[in-house]
């Protein structure tokens, strides 16, 4: 399986997330490719739909080991953000060993890794443990494709293939998402006397979040991560010139450390007043002298030629998920530029180095004898 041949394939079908982008068509396409290529593989494939959302399906394939040693998941989202100021979001040229278009960073180059991974796995030598390989829907909006994955499968390690540059990432922030609601009164904009202008009744709200991201700047950093922050995602108040605002929101994120709770940061929010919770996702740190982390970190000096760097990464992962439920859990994937810009491309030299990686890492992971391992079905 040619990995830069499947990498523009992936790139030149369309999966914008349709929770992003209204005529965003989602994860189908790719599915079907999913499926088409693993069809002739030993491996038994499961597409699920997240239930109440159709045409939303995460794939599924399990390549089944002899029983005796611990599962391993690759992890890798299918969906990508909009595709807004590209000129050719879905042609994936090829030039000067870059792969470019939407996706091709984030992360259809660390998918593209994985599943020629599980083929080349599945030619060769029987392993110990189960590989599984999860094609997730939804990571670009509220991760729902692995938090569904998880309802049906669990295993004992997790290689979540976002990009790293063949990095090891042991860390990640969280987020949440926050609305504020503020009530005016409407009249004509020559009425001060009858109307009150929600606009500006937000004012004391602003003042408190800007004083609370000037405390967050002071508390202690995180030795990878940094800080946690908080900004203004947007505020909409007001429909006409001469129309003082009925009613205003103001939507915040906040972005998390891996040790702050989303009942802290709760707390933070409605010191400053009455504030809805409306998504959030913990951080996540693993140790990189794990078990699981001290083999990539072998098998990447290898591949390499040198010493990887131990990172954490700002982004959100669903790398948070799977450790949340026990699951020892690592970030490595490609290496290239551009998620969410206008410009994005993948490095193919990197992508195929990603694919050698993880073969290595499952036949490592899995061949080890576990008594207490968990089938990675429940």
């Known amino acids: 399986m040619d990995t830069a041949a499947l990498l523009q394939r992936l790139v030149r079908t369309n999966s914008v997330n349709p929770a992003l982008m209204e005529d965003g068509p989602g994860e189908p396409g790719v599915v079907a490719i999913l499926e088409e290529l693993m069809a002739p593989l030993p491996v038994t494939v499961t597409v ?80 110990a443990g189960d590989v599984i390989l999860a094609a997730v829907a939804d990571e670009e909006f509220a991760s729902l494709g692995t938090q569904e994955f998880l309802v049906y499968y669990k295993t004992d390690g997790a290689v979540v293939t976002e990009p790293t540059a063949l990095d090891l990432c042991v860390a990640h922030k969280g987020f949440a998402w926050f609305q504020f609601e503020i009530e005016g009164r409407a009249a004509h904009g020559s009425r001060p006397d009858l109307g009150i202008d929600a606009n500006l009744a937000a004012l004391p709200m602003l003042q408190g979040l800007a004083e609370l991201n000037r405390e967050l700047s002071r508390r202690p950093p995180h030795p990878l991560l940094g800080r946690a922050s908080l900004h203004v995602a947007s505020m909409l108040g007001g429909n006409a010139w001469s129309t003082y605002a009925a009613h205003c929101t103001l939507r915040v994120e906040r972005r998390l450390l891996p040790h702050e709770t989303i009942e802290q940061a709760q707390e933070e929010m409605n010191r400053i007043a009455p504030a809805k919770l409306i998504l959030s996702r913990r951080g996540f740190e693993t140790s990189s002298m794990s078990r699981l982390s001290s083999i990539a970190m072998d098998v990447l000096t290898d591949v390499r030629g040198s010493a990887p760097s131990i990172t954490g990464q700002s982004p959100w992962f669903d790398a948070a998920l799977l450790a949340a439920e026990g699951i020892e859990t690592i970030i490595v994937g490609h290496d290239g530029a551009g998620a969410h810009a206008a410009e994005e491309w993948a490095d193919l030299e990197s992508v195929d180095k990603l694919r050698r990686t993880l073969v290595q890492i499952a036949n490592r992971w899995c061949n080890r004898n576990s008594p207490g391992a968990r089938s990675s079905a429940q």
């Open 48 to 127: 699920k739909r997240l239930e109440g959302m159709a045409g939303r399906p995460t794939l599924v394939a399990v390549l089944k080991g002899n029983g005796d040693g611990p599962s391993l998941l690759f992890n890798a989202h299918t969906d990508t953000v909009g595709v807004e100021n590209m000129a050719d979001p879905f042609d994936g040229r090829i030039e000067n060993g870059r792969l470019y278009g939407r996706g091709s960073y984030d992360m259809k180059g660390g998918l593209a890794a994985a599943v020629c991974a599980l083929a080349d796995l599945a030619e060769g030598p029987p392993l």
